[in-house]
């Protein structure tokens, strides 16, 4: 697995735009540091490639590559984030992969696309949330780009503004996911094409338990209860617990400093 990660070189909190982020909530930079690079440590260890981007300045939440786009072969899709705050990153990322040597596809030009954040593969499709971040039609011109079938996911509560924060699709049966995050309908949705999809406790969802990887029989994710941890058991898999409360303070976790490659 290859992976791209952002060390926080200028990581803050420098303004809100979801209901975690609170600016008096202030960083402590060397946690910060450290917490990044013990997950760093524990991917690497765990047998990922991971390349690293540089942060750049006047871009506080970088550090979330997942929302950077997507990459598929050697084609970058990128987002364009709502917020004006974050839209800075856009070329920085664009450059990046362009020196990798990557296409770049514009296939969401002129809409809201947050790129891993919001569209997770699954087998051969892609599940994507909208509402808070990404647009549908964005969704659809991507999905389309890349020649997988889309299912769209609503979600319904703004602390879950990403898909990534309350679904994680893990493996080709089963998935986690926090209910409460959606309406009847995406629940529905889920129960549909998820052979075996395992609810979390609202415990475990505010921990950002859905905000996890796989690698190999190892999910990663900043905490897991006791319940969740003897439920991976069961199907066979570990848990790595890697602390991330100073990124948890901006509304990400494991999955959100990260995009796979």
């Not at 004006?84 to 990046?96: D, M, S």
């Not at 087998?123 to 011109?141: L, P, Q, T």
């Amino acid at each position: 697995m290859k992976i791209l990660m952002c060390a926080p070189s200028h990581y803050a909190i420098r303004y809100e735009i979801n209901p975690w982020m609170k600016i008096q909530n202030r960083i402590t930079p060397s946690r910060a540091q450290a917490q990044w690079k013990g997950l760093y440590t524990t991917l690497r260890r765990l047998g990922a490639r991971v390349w690293l981007i540089p942060q750049k300045k006047g871009c506080p939440d970088m550090v979330f590559t997942a929302n950077a786009g997507v990459a598929h072969g050697r084609t970058f899709i990128p987002s364009h984030f709502r917020y004006k705050q974050r839209q800075l990153e856009e070329p920085a990322f664009i450059q990046y992969f362009r020196k990798k040597g990557y296409s770049i596809d514009d296939a969401s030009q002129g809409l809201y696309f947050e790129g891993e954040g919001d569209l997770l593969p699954y087998r051969d499709m892609f599940f994507a949330g909208f509402r808070f971040r990404s647009e549908v039609r964005a969704h659809e011109r991507v999905s389309e780009s890349l020649g997988r079938r889309l299912v769209t996911l609503e979600l319904s509560k703004p602390q879950f503004y990403h898909l990534d924060t309350c679904f994680f699709p893990m493996d080709e049966t089963s998935a986690l996911y926090y209910p409460q995050a959606f309406d009847d309908y995406g629940r529905k949705v889920i129960r549909r094409f998820i052979q075996n999809p395992m609810a979390v406790s609202r415990e475990d969802a505010y921990q950002f338990a859905c905000n996890a990887i796989r690698i190999g029989r190892t999910v990663v994710m900043n905490r897991a209860s006791r319940n969740l941890k003897g439920q991976l058991s069961s199907l066979g898999y570990g848990v790595c617990e890697t602390p991330t409360s100073e990124f948890m303070k901006a509304g990400g976790s494991v999955k959100c400093l990260l995009l796979k490659l």
